[in-house]
């Protein structure tokens, strides 16, 4: 009898034993039976979901079809060959490492986005997979492959929004828009820890400098990176307007999901962008949410569309002293002493630029223009044709290049530059692009030189 009450209570431990195990990995096991039918289109729970399920979220939320970005954490055969041989979390960690330091992908400015959309997780392993390929990518695409290789393990990670480690001298998203992302695993007590794939920060930020986003906000942040893709590179800015809107919808609370809504609103050919007060007061909720050193060079810059240098500055605030090797923000700076005429303080900011970011085009840019203002007519245009090499879609440098080509009589050239800035406009602000080109250069800028005179009307 006594070893039957024994052989019962040794049962009732065993069982205890069991539950205690399912409890402990039931944050690491119970997203495995997550099927989209399990919730309701729009709920999103805060762990990894089935593409089709992120489809229909999406679409309930946002009212937009995020098409092939709806795979952006899905693991297919080749993440799950790689995942099977990194084994572990940080074995994953470890893998994306050794393919950034074999140059798979590389550290770029990311101050204007690279040419072609966000790629999924899948897309970016056979991006980086080849030694060299020095593929520029976005922060959420490699999390993005890091979460998807952990969720092949049977890991629930989900994509951080970091905003900031302890001790950087440069912000971790320069341009304000792109946003900077992690892998998030979560653990115990709602606790959790944050891998750097990107960057390989090893130490955790803060907990009020990131935040775990579910699948739909994750899609949502790839939506604005096209949304980017769209307004810059394709000037599409209807696409743009559509996925900065659906972006802000779904991550309402990201400081970069406004300044990407505010790019587009803020883009010849918006219906916004004639007031301008729209755009502006997305900064400012931007601003609102993280009142950091990105946040405050994109009102500067705004600034600086008026004319307004004393304002530019005003913005800016300690920015440059919180991260002083931010080169984009240097660069405003010397924008607006340049407005200033104060030539030899803006020369020691884009000096200070070209330290922090060699890479970053908008130095030349403003260089050509310093130079043109202190009558180094030769050595600006060196500097202006630097710039378009270095980025030929920018219609800004494009512009600097035809100007002082123009200036120097060589009028060919110009014309040449000027047609490019025009077909680098959104179409439906190319005639009043030609207008302000005409206003600019002459009447006679699209004009080919030794062009037949127009028959004039006999007497």
Same mark, same amino acid.
């Given at each position: 009898?006594?070893?039957?009450?024994?052989?019962?209570?040794?049962?009732?431990?065993?069982?205890?034993?069991?539950?205690?195990?399912?409890?402990?990995?039931?944050?690491?096991?119970?997203?495995?039976?997550?099927?989209?039918?399990?919730?309701?289109?729009?709920?999103?729970?805060?762990?990894?979901?089935?593409?089709?399920?992120?489809?229909?979220?999406?679409?309930?939320?946002?009212?937009?079809?995020?098409?092939?970005?709806?795979?952006?954490?899905?693991?297919?055969?080749?993440?799950?060959?790689?995942?099977?041989?990194?084994?572990?979390?940080?074995?994953?960690?470890?893998?994306?490492?050794?393919?950034?330091?074999?140059?798979?992908?590389?550290?770029?400015?990311?101050?204007?986005?690279?040419?072609?959309?966000?790629?999924?997780?899948?897309?970016?392993?056979?991006?980086?997979?080849?030694?060299?390929?020095?593929?520029?990518?976005?922060?959420?695409?490699?999390?993005?492959?890091?979460?998807?290789?952990?969720?092949?393990?049977?890991?629930?990670?989900?994509?951080?929004?970091?905003?900031?480690?302890?001790?950087?001298?440069?912000?971790?998203?320069?341009?304000?828009?792109?946003?900077?992302?992690?892998?998030?695993?979560?653990?115990?007590?709602?606790?959790?820890?944050?891998?750097?794939?990107?960057?390989?920060?090893?130490?955790?930020?803060?907990?009020?400098?990131?935040?775990?986003?579910?699948?739909?906000?994750?899609?949502?942040?790839?939506?604005?990176?096209?949304?980017?893709?769209?307004?810059?590179?394709?000037?599409?800015?209807?696409?743009?307007?559509?996925?900065?809107?659906? =972006? *802000? &919808?779904?991550? +309402?609370?990201?400081?970069? @999901? $406004?300044? #990407? !809504? %505010?790019? /587009?609103?803020?883009?010849?050919?918006?219906?916004?962008?004639?007031?301008?007060?729209?755009?502006?007061?997305?900064?400012?909720?931007?601003?609102?949410?993280?009142?950091?050193?990105?946040?405050?060079?994109?009102?500067?810059?705004?600034?600086?569309?008026?004319?307004?240098?004393?304002?530019?500055?005003?913005?800016?605030?300690? =920015? *440059? &002293?919180?991260? +002083?090797?931010?080169?984009? @923000? $240097?660069? #405003? !700076? %010397?924008? /607006?002493?340049?407005?200033?005429?104060?030539?030899?303080?803006?020369?020691?900011?884009?000096?200070?630029?070209?330290?922090?970011?060699?890479?970053?085009?908008?130095?030349?840019?403003?260089?050509?223009?310093?130079?043109?203002?202190?009558?180094?007519?030769?050595?600006?245009?060196?500097?202006?044709?630097?710039?378009?090499?270095?980025?030929?879609?920018?219609?800004?440098?494009?512009?600097?290049?035809?100007?002082?080509?123009?200036?120097?009589?060589?009028?060919?050239?110009?014309?040449?530059?000027?047609?490019?800035?025009?077909?680098?406009?959104?179409?439906?602000?190319?005639?009043?692009?030609?207008?302000?080109?005409?206003?600019?250069?002459?009447?006679?800028?699209?004009?080919?030189?030794?062009?037949?005179?127009?028959?004039?009307?006999?007497?």
């Amino acid at each position: 009898m006594e070893q039957k009450k024994n052989s019962g209570k040794s049962w009732r431990l065993v069982l205890w034993g069991i539950v205690a195990v399912l409890l402990g990995v039931g944050a690491l096991a119970a997203w495995k039976l997550r099927d989209p039918s399990e919730h309701r289109p729009g709920e999103v729970p805060m762990l990894p979901i089935r593409a089709e399920a992120i489809r229909k979220d999406v679409q309930a939320l946002a009212n937009v079809d995020p098409a092939g970005l709806a795979q952006l954490l899905e693991p297919d055969a080749s993440v799950r060959a790689f995942a099977t041989r990194a084994k572990s979390v940080e074995g994953v960690v470890a893998a994306i490492a050794e393919r950034r330091q074999q140059r798979g992908f590389v550290e770029w400015s990311r101050v204007e986005p690279r040419i072609g959309a966000p790629l999924t997780a899948a897309e970016v392993l056979r991006a980086i997979a080849q030694n060299g390929a020095e593929r520029q990518l976005y922060p959420l695409e490699i999390a993005a492959l890091g979460v998807a290789a952990l969720r092949a393990l049977e890991i629930p990670a989900l994509v951080a929004e970091v905003y900031a480690y302890p001790k950087d001298l440069r912000p971790l998203d320069p341009s304000g828009r792109f946003g900077y992302f992690a892998i998030f695993v979560p653990g115990d007590g709602g606790q959790g820890q944050v891998y750097d794939v990107y960057g390989a920060h090893t130490e955790q930020p803060r907990a009020a400098d990131y935040a775990a986003l579910n699948d739909a906000q994750a899609v949502g942040a790839a939506l604005g990176l096209r949304a980017m893709h769209a307004l810059r590179n394709d000037l599409d800015v209807d696409a743009a307007d559509r996925d900065s809107a659906a =972006a *802000l &919808t779904l991550v +309402p609370k990201s400081p970069s @999901a $406004h300044a #990407t !809504r %505010a790019a /587009a609103m803020l883009t010849v050919g918006h219906p916004a962008q004639k007031d301008g007060q729209g755009g502006k007061q997305e900064l400012l909720e931007a601003q609102k949410l993280r009142d950091g050193a990105p946040q405050r060079n994109n009102l500067a810059l705004n600034a600086l569309t008026r004319q307004d240098a004393r304002g530019a500055i005003e913005a800016l605030g300690d =920015a *440059l &002293t919180k991260m +002083p090797e931010y080169a984009a @923000a $240097h660069v #405003t !700076r %010397a924008t /607006a002493l340049l407005i200033q005429l104060d030539f030899a303080a803006a020369r020691t900011e884009l000096d200070l630029a070209a330290k922090y970011d060699p890479e970053l085009a908008l130095v030349p840019q403003m260089r050509a223009q310093l130079f043109a203002a202190v009558g180094k007519s030769e050595e600006a245009l060196v500097e202006a044709r630097r710039a378009v090499t270095m980025s030929p879609q920018d219609a800004g440098a494009l512009f600097i290049l035809a100007r002082l080509e123009h200036r120097q009589g060589q009028k060919d050239e110009a014309r040449k530059h000027a047609l490019q800035v025009v077909e680098r406009t959104p179409a439906a602000a190319r005639e009043e692009r030609k207008l302000q080109l005409r206003s600019a250069f002459g009447n006679d800028l699209f004009e080919p030189t030794g062009a037949a005179a127009p028959p004039q009307p006999q007497p």
